[in-house]
């Protein structure tokens, strides 16, 4: 039997689009004369789909892409994701199904028994759990066909009452298939791989896997699908960050050979690689060509211009630097010199007529008061609002190039540096900005060196340096990484007893955190590659007393 | 017997300050020797605390508050919802639970069955079901104790295959008592009042009810906590926006009587009064006193400046008029009239200079583009950085004026008049924005009528009229309506044939709302009126393609 993993990148509400896609690879299967092709979780609508799942009309535009998968059929079978109505009087009014076609019939429909409802997922907020458990037998063979999270409910981790591989298994089914749609954060490619060979030598068959690829906004789907044998090796692995379409040969009287090589030695690079994909996903899906960026002559602006020239092209992300009179000649140069290795144009707009304007203009209105952070707030402002232009005029989106440890604590201004459609390296920490620096320069400079030996400063007011608000990055980074995704409470961090992190420090800076969370709220999507990311995956109220 | 209803305004995550609060509480019920005092759902920790639930120290914060609570219990009875560790090995690792506690004992814990996960609700996101069905016996009563949504499960409207009182009726109970967390939108309150009055209809017997009040960011709860007498007449109900605190006299052999008065008349006095709680609560919880707007001399800034001047006094009001060459005369003359009709701090700061200024910063890199929406965007951002600026400044928040229809189709500047700390009438569209101000004008002019009366304009041009861009907004309005809260695609709009709503228009305005998810993503926290408001209660993917 030839079962093949079709790994493809959807676009989220694009049925029509979608149901194309899938139909062309159904059309390559039946050429290569595979038994089985198997496509991933709510393919046919995109995933995660979200609340168009709420409308009506939409759902009847799934059955329609259904209806004309299944027409095709014809001597092959497909597997295929997608929203199904219940047909319940009590309960939720959709099922997230796979459903089983061959020669022309929906032979079989499979539910999602367990829907996860945590960090970024939401599915029980449009889906009724499954509740009956039986095999599909095609072609002799007995298969027990899964919905992503179904496999995930083994050993100490059990979120679940219900595992549905302990029902099924008692059928004696020959081989296991799971469609699904399983996004990218660090270390998360590990912990799958793991936990897919434990089902598979928890239950003694084969799993055939499939994951979708793409970037949909914040979440990063990395692909990897695989076939794993009995023995729980990965026999096949499809490539990270593409499309891909792989065939299979597997009869269940053998035992397929392992020919599986790991896919990179450095974690950065899997980081690196994820946001490539999603700064090029954002602007095809969304219509955009070029980006503008704001060069400081930092480490973020330059990581992000970095990632930004390998994702659109260097001549696509234009660079404009807007000193004032507290930048440092260095900034500039280093800000042009980074755009001469990328090749990408460049502007210096110095912002100092506008940001005079509006001191003037506020003159008799702030008569009599001392300068504080509303002028280095109107710095930052300022060049938010000629990014913005420069935007309206020649249509390159803004790219934000704030990170994790500043959108922590707040340091950074809203409607200023945190101005962009997207932002690119807002889930890494400053110390992870450096390393993603030191892998883009692997091969030779292209972040020059000064941008990552300098020490980092806002340059907002004379002879500025970070450190002068926060703790050095280390110790920073540390504190945010138990709190954020460590989930500790500030005495239990003080109790780790680790180096630097004193109650009073440990105190500030989570109280910084919570005191920001109505920042954090008007922030642009992050591109998520931790496992608790700000944004929809981490809700916070921002109206609370808490951590006192 | 006595039983009390508790109606409090807790504060998220103060679990230490919310356990003072009903300990207070305590002792006024002992003092009038009621015998059973009722809190509302998780007022231990105030509602909703979101993530704060994933913190292992926040529970335990809330486990010491309920010992705290407990040790109050001598000679009284008391029930109060709070997080319970579920203790499962498989499963959530909490319970949505209410505690009755009677002689400094926890009698029993009653968890919560039914996890409402929609709209903004994410229950299910922390909470395992409850399975487990029994009453409490106290003082020669049997009680049926539940938890908010556990009522909810009646009727045609079945979202759940369970309905707790039909599993707890079999063991014959004399009363229900009910704790809830309700948040308010228009016409939720006359639902509630139904559906609760169908429980002590259906199961015969009479139902204490207690709803918290307050606003917590965006979501408003009104309170209007009750008791439901067996004939399902509301004889006794707490104050809408107010603590209240109402002790009941019941006999399990006598039938209350109803003296129950209904509330308000007009629908739009409610809306008017969440909005004004909803501002108050803000700014108390916050630590703000005074807020900033910026007045344009429109109709949406008076609004939202006469709703600010009754939460947080006139004075505490700065209303900032910020003409552009494009403003006409009467605008400025209105704003400052409107001003002093309220007795609000007024200033007039011209933006011409700042607007000037920018384009000189950018004549070099705009050379030979002809005037956009750049040029208008950049007026709306310069307003917005002088808000910011002043509120930077003065410790102002400033209150952003958008109303949902503009924020539906993206009328609407990203860090312009898009600004601000709380979107005050962005769940209300245009012609409920004109019904608010009749409503604020209902004993004489507070409102000068000359704003009510002008033909709506953004000003960014010369004579430009809202109406250039967008349909009369009944029409507009209506097609927004069965877009958001009625769930119809463009199709089912059509086919409605109301007046006005052609197929192009139809399509273009649907399709308008759809490519300014991204805007409204980074749009700031929106005091919810309605069943279904932008923000955390309507997830829709940034990066789609649908309503094609």
Redesign the interface.
Known sequence: MQIALAQLNY???????NTSKIIGEIHKAKATKVDIVVFSELAIC?Y?????L?????IERCEVGLALICAETDGIAVIVGGPAWSN?????KLYNSAFFCADKKLLRRIDKTLLP??DIF?E??YFQPNEVFECVEYKGERIAVTVCEDLW?LDDE????VTPMDELIGQKPSVMINLSGSPYSYNHVEKRRTRMQLNAKTYGIPLFYVNQVGG??DILFDGGSMFINRMGEIAEECEFYKEDFKVIKWDSSNIYEDNHQDYYDYDIGLIHDALVMGVR??FA??GFKKAVIGSSGGIDSAVVHAIAAEALGAENVKAITMPSKYSSMGSVDDAKKLAENLGSPF?N???K??F???I???AE??EG?NP???EE??QA??R???L???S??FGNMVLNTSNKSESAVGYST??GDM?G?LSVIGDLYKEQVYDLARFINRYGEVIPYEIITKEPSAELRPDQKDSDSLPPYPILDKILFHYIEG???W??IVALQEEGLTEDLVRKIVRMVDRNE?KR?????TLRISHKAFG?G???????????
Do not use: W
Not at 48 to 52: C, E, S, T, V
Not at 540 to 547: D, E, G, L, Q
């Open positions: 676009i989220i509400g694009d049925v029509e689009g995109g995660p789909p979200k609340d168009l709420d409308y009506p009309s939409f319940l009087q009590k309960g939720k409802t945590y939401d029980y907020r409910n059990k979120l679940y009452k949909n906004t996903d954002y899906k969304v502007s707009i110095a912002i007529n506008v005079d304007s509006f003037d203009t506020l209105e702030f008061k504080n952070v509303t707030n109107l402002r300022s938010g609002i000629i913005m232009a420069y309206n005029k809203l409607y101005c459609g989930k500790k409470g005495k239990e109505y709220f008007q922030a642009s999507p929809f981490r809700r916070m109220p921002i109206v609370a007393r808490y951590n006192n």
